[in-house]
């Protein structure tokens, strides 16, 4: 655990001691569910904490982050990099979104039982919440860590944030070619200039690099386009 305390601290998080025991202890539960249920591909314990906690939470301290108030995480999968998130800044809104009821049921009774408060998930597919009243242009950032092509992710993400919010998309690295073939799905989905990207904390060959992209313009009622188009038809 002295450890976990250490990095939060580095990250300049508050009690850095009791938001590692809350953490450790939602680690801990996941990983018992996990024997059910698949949530994480990662079981090693201390693994689990680079590649899940502090992945999940490069974007500390960023300012495209500190002044989001309501975020989305699209394709949440076990809880990330939302749950992490919501720990480290309990003054934001979590919404967490993912097609599979069975990982937000999980999600919901662990945020319950730790005392996550300031989390709620949303079941159903980004095509579909992408174009519901309630969180179309809605959210100030929408981040990701769903494996597809940026420009599949910029179609279920960027339809969510509000103009002057920002998609973040979580990426292996290097993104230069796949960032320069979503140029015109970004574009087009009302999306400003990509930022450059920059690596994790801990960066190792592991370790993700965030693609963030500010919204510049609404994003035509074209898009998103029907459930299952975006990623077998990709905007290029």
């Known amino acids: 655990m002295a450890d976990l305390v250490e990095k939060l601290a580095a990250l ?46 490069a974007p500390l301290g960023h300012a495209f982050y500190e002044n989001a108030s309501r975020v989305a995480d699209l394709g949440t999968g076990g809880g990330f990099p939302g749950v992490p998130l919501a720990v480290c800044s309990p003054d934001k809104e979590f919404v967490l979104i993912d097609s599979l009821a069975k990982r937000l049921a999980v999600i919901d009774e662990l945020c319950e ?3 996550i408060t300031n989390v709620r998930t949303v079941h159903g597919r980004a095509e579909d919440v992408g174009r519901m009243k309630e969180y179309r242009e809605a959210f100030d950032l929408c981040v990701s860590r769903a494996v597809a092509d940026l420009s599949v992710l910029a179609e279920y993400c960027i339809p969510l944030v509000r103009i002057g919010g920002s998609f973040c998309a979580y990426k292996s690295y290097p993104v230069g070619e796949e960032l320069e073939r979503a ?18 904390q801990g960066s190792s060959e592991k370790a993700h690099c965030l693609v963030v992209i500010g919204k510049a ?12 188009t975006p990623s077998s038809k990709p905007i290029k």
């Open 183 to 200: 140029g015109k799905a970004i574009r087009l989905l009302g999306g400003g200039a990509a930022g450059i990207p920059y690596v994790v």
């Open 217 to 228: 313009a609404h994003t035509s009622g074209k898009y998103p386009r029907r459930a299952g």
């Open 113 to 115: 039982e730790l005392g």
């Open 12 to 57: 300049g998080v508050e009690d850095p001691a009791g938001k590692a025991a809350k953490l450790l202890g939602y680690r801990d539960a996941l990983l018992e569910k996990n024997k059910f249920i698949n949530l994480t591909a990662i079981t090693d314990p201390e693994e689990f904490i680079e590649r899940h906690f502090i992945d999940s939470m």
